[in-house]
Every structure is written in C-alpha cells, then in structure tokens.
C-alpha cells in the first residue's frame, strides 16, 4: 500500500458528514418556508388593509375631541351608514373625515344655537363639547339628495362640510369606509363612537 495515499474514511465520519448535509438541506428549506409565508400572509395583510380596512392618519381639527390631528384610525368598508356614524371619504384628492346626520331624502335643518334636526326631530349629539351654527352657505331646511348623506365635522366652528356647497353633500362612491377604532396613539386606543 502506498504511504501517500489516504484512508477511506470511517463509516462514522460518513454518518456525521450525511447528517451535517441533511440538517443543511432541511434548515434551507425551512428558512425558504418561512420566508414565503411571511411575504403571502404581508401581502395579505396590504390587500385587507387597502380593499377592507383602510388604515388612515387624521389632518386638521374639524373633529377635534373626537379624533385629534395625527391619530391614525382603522375604518370599514361598506354601503350601510346611519346617523352619527364617522366616516372617510374622497373629497379634491384628498381624503375628509366628518359624522354622518342625515341620508338619502331626509331634511336636516340647523337652527341660529347649532342645534340640528333630521325629518324636524333634534338629534341627540353627546358627542359634541360644543354646538355652532358655522357659516354655512346653503339655506335650511335643507333636503339631501339621493344617493347623499350630509355629514358635518365635530367641531363644528371650523368645520367645512355639507353646510357649504363647496363639499356639498357626500355620495356614496367617495365614501372610503366607516371609521371604528383609534391605533394611535396608545394611550387613546379605542373605538370611535
């Protein structure tokens, strides 16, 4: 036998090796399992999030007290929206949040001390810390057309919304969702009522 020639390796050594490569293979294809996982169940989330629950950050004061400038808020998607509801919708590119008072064929009237009437009967708004007339530029009583729902902000000194023809009344095509729940921030997490 030639002195430079190498040893077969042991059988042990064989066993080890095929291991190690087994446990290499199996590692990979977990990682890769994984990973996929993660990227279907993101690209999920992004779906759900953009077609059923869009999640949108709040701009301005005209709902102060309710949503503050800079909550970020969950809303739902749907056709079915009633007195008092929050809602989101398109306006010039961008994206308004005010509380719906009255659909389709109800007349809403204001009086001079911000008091709001739907088909002449008050409406209770705990909601509100105060009540205002605004400046609206269309005359009361006024009747919503079809299709329409008249929403006014709840700060309702600075609010633009349906008492001026330049929002007007809401269709239901802008309507991006219902607003149900605070994300942040943490220490005002919640429902939106």
């Known amino acids: ?54 999640i949108l950050r709040i701009y301005g004061d ?22 008092g509801d929050v809602i989101a919708f398109y306006y010039n590119n961008n994206i308004l949040v005010k509380r719906v008072i009255a659909g389709p064929g109800q007349w809403v009237d204001i009086d001079q001390d911000g008091n709001v009437y739907v088909d002449q009967q008050a409406i209770e708004e705990s909601y509100l810390k105060e009540k205002a007339y605004g400046d609206p530029d269309i005359f009361f009583p006024y009747q919503v057309p079809d299709d329409r729902f008249f929403v006014l902000g709840d700060n309702r000194s600075v609010s633009v919304d349906s008492r001026s023809t330049s929002v007007g009344c809401v269709s239901t095509d802008q309507i ?9 921030p943490l220490n005002r997490i919640g429902a939106i009522k």
């Open 176 to 184: 991006v969702g219902k607003i149900v729940f605070r994300i942040w």
């Open 1 to 54: 036998m030639n002195n430079n020639a190498k040893a077969l390796p042991e059988t042990e050594e064989i066993r080890k090796a095929y291991e190690q490569v087994s446990y290499t293979q199996r590692l990979r294809k977990s990682v890769l399992s994984t990973v996929n996982i993660l990227i279907v169940v993101a690209a999920i989330a992004v779906i759900v999030a953009t077609l059923l629950l869009p």
């Open 62 to 83: 005209s709902m102060r007290d309710t949503l503050e400038n800079g909550d970020l808020v969950v809303s739902v998607k749907g056709a079915s929206f009633e007195t």
